[in-house]
T-cell receptor, first 114, second 115 residues
Framework: DTGVSQDPRHKITKRGQNVTFRCDPI?????LYWYRQTLGQGPEFLTYFQNEAQLEKSRLLSDRFSAERPKGSFSTLEIQRTEQGDSAMYLCASSLRGGTGELFFGEGSRLTVL | AQSVTQLGSHVSVSEGALVLLRCNYSSSVPPYLFWYVQYPNQGLQLLLK??????LVKGINGFEAEFKKSETSFHLTKPSAHMRDAAEYFC?????????????FGTGTRLTIIP
C-alpha cells in the first residue's frame, strides 16, 4: 500500500514564474485535499475534490492558483506569476468518503520564491 | 464556525517526564478531533482520533488523549517522554456532520525533549 506521493519535493523559482505541483493520492481514496503550511503555522485549507469535482475552495486560493483533478486520480496545483508570499509547504492529503475524516498526508512540496 | 486553539507554541520536557500538550476547540456541531505529528521536512502523521466513541483515545507511540465536552478540550498526553518524541504536534477538528469535510488545524506545539 503506497501512501500519498507529491512531486517535486522542493521547488525554487523566481518571482513571476509559474509552478505546478502534482499529488498522487492513495489509490482507493476518492477525496483529495490541498493545504498550505507556512513556517510556525498549522496547515491551512486550500481546496478539496471528491473524485474529479472540486467541491470547496478557500478564500486563500487567489485567482493565481488553480487546482485540477481531471480523472479523479492525481491532482495538480498550479501557481501562476508566483510572489514571495507564496513561499510555503504545499501539502496534499487524501481520504475515503464516508469515513471519519481522517486525512492521509503526503510529505509535501516546499516552494521557495526568490 | 469551528476553531482549534493550542496553548503553548513550545513545550519542553525532560526525557522520562510526562508530556501534556493542550488543545481546546470550538464547534457548533459535535466534533471529530485528531492529533497529528510532524517531523522536520515531512508530512503529517496521524497519532490518534476521537470520533464520538470512547472519550479516552489511545494512539501510536504511547500517546493518548481525552475528549472532555464540558471543557471543550482534547489534550494529548504521554506518561514518559522519549527523545524520538521531539516534533511538532497539531490538533485538528472537523464537524461530525455530512458536508463538513475539511480539517481545521491549530497552530501547533513544538515539543522539545531535554536529555
Amino acid at each position: 500500500d503506497t501512501g500519498v506521493s507529491q512531486d517535486p519535493r522542493h521547488k525554487i523559482t523566481k518571482r513571476g514564474q509559474n509552478v505546478t505541483f502534482r499529488c498522487d493520492p492513495i489509490s482507493e481514496h476518492n477525496r483529495l485535499y490541498w493545504y498550505r503550511q507556512t513556517l510556525g503555522q498549522g496547515p491551512e485549507f486550500l481546496t478539496y475534490f471528491q473524485n474529479e469535482a472540486q467541491l470547496e475552495k478557500s478564500r486563500l486560493l487567489s485567482d493565481r492558483f488553480s487546482a485540477e483533478r481531471p480523472k479523479g486520480s492525481f491532482s495538480t496545483l498550479e501557481i501562476q506569476r508566483t510572489e514571495q508570499g507564496d513561499s510555503a509547504m504545499y501539502l496534499c492529503a487524501s481520504s475515503l468518503r464516508g469515513g471519519t475524516g481522517e486525512l492521509f498526508f503526503g510529505e509535501g512540496s516546499r516552494l521557495t520564491v526568490l | 464556525a469551528q476553531s482549534v486553539t493550542q496553548l503553548g507554541s513550545h513545550v519542553s520536557v525532560s526525557e522520562g517526564a510526562l508530556v501534556l500538550l493542550r488543545c481546546n476547540y470550538s464547534s457548533s456541531v459535535p466534533p471529530y478531533l485528531f492529533w497529528y505529528v510532524q517531523y522536520p521536512n515531512q508530512g503529517l502523521q496521524l497519532l490518534l482520533k476521537y470520533t464520538s466513541a470512547a472519550t479516552l483515545v489511545k494512539g501510536i507511540n504511547g500517546f493518548e488523549a481525552e475528549f472532555k465536552k464540558s471543557e471543550t478540550s482534547f489534550h494529548l498526553t504521554k506518561p514518559s517522554a522519549h527523545m524520538r518524541d521531539a516534533a511538532e504536534y497539531f490538533c485538528a477538528l472537523r464537524g461530525a456532520n455530512f458536508g463538513n469535510e475539511k480539517l481545521t488545524f491549530g497552530t501547533g506545539t513544538r515539543l522539545t525533549i531535554i536529555p
